[in-house]
Every structure is written in structure tokens, then in C-alpha cells.
């Protein structure tokens, strides 16, 4: 049986999957750690990472930056264009922890926390750097 990612959440309250794409990298690794999702309960916070559906049916999984009164600001560690006007009705869950290597890494532990200060925080310089690094990796296609 093939279940979406909304009825396991509906039915269980919990997912835990392996994600496909880099978008969460450097915290998320592609293919490697598990993630677990739960049911978000209530307005989210900054920096939590919901997993959310866009209108398109595509599944996301980013980190808020920003609260707004009826939505919210994300964007993937790994990227550097913010996506506005996810609203609570598009989010399925949220992240609560980080399967990595056998051990289960809590999404609020201080060292998470710590890379989520520190990463975040470093925001403007970040989108520089990625910038920068697409820009030449298309020149050197060419």
C-alpha cells in the first residue's frame, strides 16, 4: 500500500522517512539520515522546519524565518531564495528530529540549536556565498 505522507500523519501522528533532495544540506544529508516528523501542534515557530505541501503537490521540507500574522517566510539551509506565503492549512508537520548514523538527534537540542543560530543568523553572507558558487559553477559548464 502506497499512503501519503497526510494519512500516515493522520493515521500514526508520526512519519519518519529518508528525504530525496539538498535543499535542508548542510543538517539534512540526502539520502542518509532519517527524518521525524510529527504533527505540528499550534502556530509554528522561527526556525522550526514544517513539512509542507505547495499548491502544486509538491512536498517541502525548510526552515521558517520568519512569522508573519497568517503565514510564513522559509527557505532550505541550502538555499537562498525565501518562499513567501506558506500558510498553516499547506503544513503537514514538522520536523523533530534527525536520525543520523543510528542516533537520534532532537531538532530543539542545543546543538541544533547552535547550527540554527549560527546558520541562520549568517543569512545575507550565506545567500552571498551560494550565490557566488552557482554563478561559477555555471561558468565553468559553459
Known sequence: M????????????????????????????????????????????????????????????????????????TCGDNRWTKEYGVTDGQILGVLTAVVRGGKEIPADSPLSRLYVSVWCGLFPLRAFILRSFAFIKRIFRK
Open 2 to 73: 502506497n499512503s501519503s505522507f497526510e494519512e500516515i500523519l493522520e493515521k500514526d501522528g508520526r512519519l519518519v522517512y529518508t528525504n530525496v533532495g539538498d535543499s535542508m544540506w548542510p543538517f539534512i544529508r540526502q539520502g542518509r539520515d532519517l527524518l521525524v516528523i510529527e504533527r505540528a501542534r499550534g502556530r509554528l515557530r522561527r526556525y522550526d522546519v514544517p513539512l509542507y505541501r505547495r499548491d502544486s503537490g509538491q512536498y517541502v521540507l525548510h526552515r521558517v524565518l520568519e512569522v508573519r500574522g497568517s503565514d510564513y517566510v
